[in-house]
């Protein structure tokens, strides 16, 4: 049953929640994305309440997808986690030169103190680089209104509009009280823009130079749009900030000035500058990195930063408290947690049983079989980014000697593979090492680590209805590769370890697949599968 929001008074809702009511209430057509914690519900969100949402093979299709649309006139939303970005920079960076017809919003989740990430990065920097406006909320409220004024201002200017969100924000619940829907979006049409959308180098210097213009004209309304207020208090002290910082603020210094921004990009310099003389000592509160501070600084605007100590990891009111009193001693260790590990019974602890046993070298990849790194496997020597196992081990075979060569393995997980394993496999067979490869797919036919999400290896689409599937033992025949193997390494251990011996030896070119589904998922993907074929049937049983 859809969830018809749109004349509640108020509803409890996570920030990611919001968003994906407010494309809604927006009128988005479509949104897409690549699932990452904490970004993940907002699709799965949004398909919910009857939205088009769909998978993208990665953030970077998610986005040209999403640019497509808003080309056509209609409104887009891309959704992604904070290193998602990055995977899908390149586009982002163009499409700020082209513009667009219709809205784009791109969301990125960011993840501060690294819950279930590889790094911390700072995507405010992101904004300044590709020249794209950005928003910051700080509860569900302003992550369900900021998503719709980023639609008024993408289709006012032009532009993609950068909300970038963070983890507490993501995932924590606040009232939200929904009002009435941006105007509704014109019916899609093809507007042929040949100078505007082809970035040659002749129509992108021309581009360039429009988009600084909008920048400006953008930075010029922020000086009094209602997306950045004043918190009047005491002028003693002035404290500038933004997103959940903000919230953080108001409890620990609740009789403080405080200049809350939520357009972040292009900064309201002017206001800030008048804040800032308004109070007798001016200090810049952010999560991250020191982007507020620095920008404001550059701008000849004196103000304090926090110390170097507090950029990393998530903030807090009493990280904020320690921040206002100057207090630069050893925090309190955390409490420690049960450490992560591999569900019993899942498949992948007889493989990394296996690569511990044959000690192999193995360069690892982003997922829940990332686990295989702690004890009792310690089987994993790398792990970069989506992708990178396969062309780390690469660079290992080439340069190590043969005996250590022979001992590489590349792990990755199935959604990661069609994410960003493809060309690492063309690579192999492109530039093949002299002791050949060994590629480990572990196959568990699910995006297990955010949630089990479907992906193109699944044949489900984002609502679990049948579709195209890619099959990864077809792929690698299709490139030549003569060496491909499917196993369950759960049916048969030692079989399993035995074909891991062989590939291991041979000098050759190797694919192994080791399929069987995360046991987690097992069950339901057995009703997709039931409820697949009772349609199918449905459907040829009908009379003509």
């Known amino acids: 049953m859809l969830l018809d929001m749109s004349d509640s008074k108020r509803v409890l809702l996570s920030g990611d929640e919001a968003v994906a009511l407010a494309a809604l209430h927006a009128g988005v057509a479509l949104g897409t994305g690549y699932p990452g914690t904490p970004s993940t519900e907002i699709l799965e969100s949004f ?37 998602g970005l990055n995977v899908a920079a390149d586009p982002l960076f163009t499409a700020a030169y082209t513009g667009v017809t219709g809205a784009l919003i791109v969301v990125s989740a960011d993840d501060p103190g690294m819950a279930s990430s590889q790094n911390e990065q700072d995507n405010r920097h992101y904004a300044v680089a590709a020249g794209v406006p950005m928003l910051e909320p700080s509860d569900s409220q302003e992550a369900y209104d900021f998503a719709l004024r980023a639609v008024e201002i993408s289709e006012r200017w032009r532009i993609p509009v950068l909300l970038r969100l963070t983890t507490r924000v993501c995932h924590s619940r606040t009232v939200v009280h929904p009002r009435p829907a941006n105007p509704p979006p014109r019916t899609p049409f093809f507007e042929r823009d040949i100078r505007g959308r082809v970035m040659i180098p002749a129509y992108a210097r021309l581009a ?19 997306l950045n207020r004043v918190v009047a208090g005491n002028g003693s002290l002035g404290i500038i900030t933004s997103g959940i910082a903000y919230m953080h603020v108001r409890e620990a210094a609740p009789e403080a000035s405080v200049l809350k921004l939520g357009m972040t990009y292009p900064l309201p310099v002017e206001k800030i500058r008048a804040f800032a003389a308004g109070v007798n000592r001016c200090l810049v509160i952010e999560e991250g990195d020191p982007y507020l501070a620095d920008a404001i600084r550059a701008a000849g605007i004196k103000v304090e930063s926090q110390p170097e100590m507090y950029r990393f990891g998530e903030l807090s009111v009493a990280r904020v408290r320690r921040i206002l009193a100057g207090d630069t001693s050893p925090e309190p260790s955390p409490i420690p947690g049960k450490p992560p590990q591999l569900c019993p019974g899942c498949s992948h602890r007889n493989v990394f049983e296996a690569l511990h046993k044959l000690d192999c070298i193995v360069a690892g990849d982003i997922g829940c079989y990332t686990l295989g790194v702690l004890p009792p496997f310690e089987a994993m020597d790398s792990c970069v980014c989506m992708g990178a196992s396969i062309g780390v081990g690469l660079g290992l075979r080439h340069v190590l000697p043969p005996e250590q060569a022979r001992r590489v393995v590349s792990v990755i997980g199935d959604s990661t593979f069609v994410h960003s394993g493809i060309t690492g496999l063309v690579e192999m067979v492109y530039n093949p090492p002299p002791t050949g490869h060994v590629i480990l797919i572990l196959d568990n036919s699910t995006t297990a680590m955010t949630g089990h999400q479907e992906h193109p290896g699944t044949g489900r689409t984002l609502e679990h209805e049948p579709t195209g599937k890619v099959s990864f033992e077809e792929l690698g025949r299709s490139l030549g590769l003569e060496n491909v193997f499917v196993s369950d390494p759960s049916a048969d251990p030692g079989k ?37 074929n009772q349609t199918c049937t449905a459907a040829l049983g009908e009379p003509e």
């Open 47 to 83: 398909s919910e309440i009857g939205g088009r949402a769909q998978w993208a093979p990665n953030e970077k299709v998610a986005l040209e997808v999403a640019l497509g649309v808003a080309f056509a006139g209609a409104r887009a939303m891309a959704t992604m986690k904070h290193v």
């Open 208 to 226: 360039g130079r429009r988009l600084r213009q909008k920048l400006s004209e953008i930075q010029a309304w922020n000086e009094t749009c209602p």
């Open 496 to 532: 399993f370890e035995r074909l891991l011996q062989d590939c291991l030896a041979n000098n050759q070119l190797n694919l192994i697949i080791a399929r069987r589904p995360c046991l987690l998922i097992a069950g339901k993907i057995k009703e997709y599968e039931r409820a697949a």
